[in-house]
C-alpha cells in the first residue's frame, strides 16, 4: 500500500518517541492501530456491500433479459440466473410458510 522501508519506519519511530516520550508512546500506537483497523473494516464492509449490490444489479438484468424473451430458449448464463432467483425466492418465502 504504501512505499515505507525500514530506515523510514526507524525515523519515524525516534520522532515518535522524541515528541511523545517513551510514557504515552504505547497508548498513542494502540489508539493508532484501532483507528487503521477500524477503516480496514470499514472499507471491507463497504466492499462487500458493493459486491453485493453489483451482483443483485446483474441477477436483476438477467432476469429481464428472460422476460423479455418470455423464459424460453434461454442461454445456460440466464437461465442459471433464472434458477438463482428462483431459489433464492423460495428459501425466502419458507419461514412464512403457514403449516
Do not use: C
Request: net charge negative.
Amino acid at each position: 500500500m504504501f512505499d515505507i522501508g525500514f530506515w523510514e519506519l526507524l525515523v519515524i519511530g525516534v520522532l515518535a518517541l522524541l515528541i511523545l516520550g517513551p510514557e504515552r508512546l504505547p497508548g498513542a500506537m494502540r489508539s493508532t492501530i484501532k483507528t487503521i483497523r477500524s477503516v480496514r473494516n470499514t472499507a471491507s464492509g463497504f466492499k462487500q456491500e458493493m459486491e453485493h449490490q453489483l451482483r443483485v444489479h446483474e441477477l436483476h438484468e438477467n432476469l429481464k433479459k428472460a422476460e423479455q424473451q418470455g423464459l424460453t430458449d434461454l442461454s445456460p448464463e440466464l437461465k442459471e440466473s433464472v434458477d438463482e432467483l428462483k431459489d433464492a425466492a423460495k428459501s425466502v418465502q419458507q419461514p412464512y410458510k403457514k403449516d
